[in-house]
């Protein structure tokens, strides 16, 4: 398994929401603009593969981020309570 941190900026709002929707199926919204996921070696392929087809190099921004797994039990988090911790089995 694979802990990710996403991060997206993009100034087309089509873009994004095509992004984010992509995003949603693989993990979980953090922030605006910020998703967490873990997800498998190929479900992390069809992850990519999705953004980059609906990414515009020129105009947008997205970072994926790969986390160790004994991170998740140093993340520190206040608020959000209702979220689903990162570690959960169902989580993806």
Partial sequence: MY???????TPNDKRRNKIV???KR???RRQY????????R???ATLKRELVRHTDEAEDTLA???????????TFR???SALK???EPDFV
Avoid at 33 to 40: D, M
Avoid at 64 to 74: A, T
Wanted: charge should be negative.
């Fill in 42 to 44: 190929d479900q992390l």
């Fill in 78 to 80: 206040i608020g959000h």
């Fill in 64 to 74: 994926i981020y790969f986390l160790p797994p004994d991170s998740l039990k140093r």
């Fill in 33 to 40: 603009s910020l998703f967490e996921a873990r997800v498998t």
């Fill in 85 to 87: 911790p990162l570690e």
């Fill in 26 to 28: 693989f993990g979980e």
């Fill in 3 to 9: 802990y990710l941190v996403i991060a997206y900026d």
């Fill in 21 to 23: 929707k992509v995003l």
